[in-house]
């Protein structure tokens, strides 16, 4: 289970890392909402891979 | 006892040097000149002159009063200079700018930046110092988790592409919040990569893992909303 959480934070962020890519050419391509929407994307994806890994105190 | 005394103005000078100098450089490429021109509001060039004062006021209060003239010199005076651009408006527009100057004025913020930063003086033990903290040296905390090296290599190399395509945005408005952008992507991809390479594992052990799916619940929620309403728009078009 262990492994399959530590994959899934790496897909998360190899995720983000391809969101913020598109979003920024995207930009380059004038397509300005979908950039914003990879932006968005990739945030979320980041966030959700550093999620997975920290610990928060207990009754939180 | 007087090289002391010496050596410690001759230090003394090469600091305040070192933070005057490329700051009055700083200013001069990038607040003197935009607010020279003809056309611009009495106020920036206030704010202007005041940021000025505010940098000198900063690196003669330094030694007597350290934290007051690094509250003037460096916060007050960066906050001055983004004020009076502010109030410069369209002249700062993008298409204004000369490239070369901008350029020139980037680099007078780079080193004063360094110019207010410090490094360890040969032969110093920080630990000798007095006002160090006593107690057992910190072991190291083991080895990092495997893999850690490919994944912040992975980060790394993702972070480099918004980067290169920031490069490829020709509208001017746009290509300078592309850059802008890129930056903030490429620091967050390096960050949670660093995070997740060394905190994977036993470093930061969370048990059971189903707790770690929980932990992350609401922002994989926000997410598959998003990717939701994205295949959806794909779809509709």
Redesign the interface.
Same mark, same amino acid.
């Given at each position: 289970m262990r492994k399959i959480v530590d994959a899934l934070s790496i897909l998360l962020l190899l995720g983000g890392a391809s969101a913020f890519a598109l979003g920024v050419k995207a930009l380059g391509d004038e397509r300005d909402l979908a950039s914003l929407y990879w932006l968005v994307a990739g945030a979320l994806l980041l966030r959700s891979s550093t999620d997975l890994l920290r610990p928060k105190p207990e009754g939180r | 006892m007087s090289a002391d005394v010496d050596e410690r103005a001759a230090n003394e000078l090469v600091r305040r040097a070192n933070v005057l100098l490329p700051g009055v450089y700083a200013w001069a490429a990038t607040v003197l000149y935009p607010v020279s021109l003809h056309g611009v509001s009495v106020y920036a060039r206030v704010v202007a002159g005041a940021a000025l004062a505010t940098l000198l006021a900063g690196v003669a209060l330094g030694r007597r009063r350290p934290s007051l003239g690094r509250a003037l010199g460096l916060h007050g005076f960066v906050m001055a200079c983004v004020l009076a651009w502010v109030l410069l408006g369209p002249v700062l527009a993008v298409d204004r700018l000369e490239p070369t100057k901008a350029a020139v004025g980037a680099v007078g913020w780079v080193l004063f930046a360094f110019g207010w930063g410090g490094s360890r003086e040969p032969e110093h033990v920080p630990e000798d110092d007095p006002r160090a903290l006593p107690g057992e040296p910190l072991p190291p905390r083991g080895k990092l988790p495997r893999g850690a090296v490919l !994944?912040l290599s992975?980060?790394i &190399? #993702? &972070?480099a =592409?918004?980067l290169i =395509?920031?490069w $490829? !945005?020709? $509208?001017s408005a746009?290509a300078l919040?592309?850059h802008a !952008?890129?930056i903030g992507?490429a620091v967050?991809?390096v960050s949670? %990569?660093a +995070? *997740?390479a060394v $905190?994977? #594992?036993k470093w930061?052990?969370?048990e059971?893992?189903?707790r $770690?799916?929980g932990?992350?619940a &609401?922002?994989?929620t *926000?997410?598959a909303i !998003? *990717?939701v309403v %994205?295949v959806i +728009?794909l779809f509709a078009n």
């Open positions: - | !994944v992975l980060a &190399a #993702g &972070a =592409f918004p =395509f920031a $490829r !945005v020709t $509208r746009h919040f592309a !952008v890129a992507c967050a991809l949670s %990569g +995070e *997740i $905190r994977r #594992g930061a052990p969370v059971p893992q189903t $770690r799916l932990q992350a &609401a922002s994989l *926000i997410l !998003v *990717i %994205g +728009e």
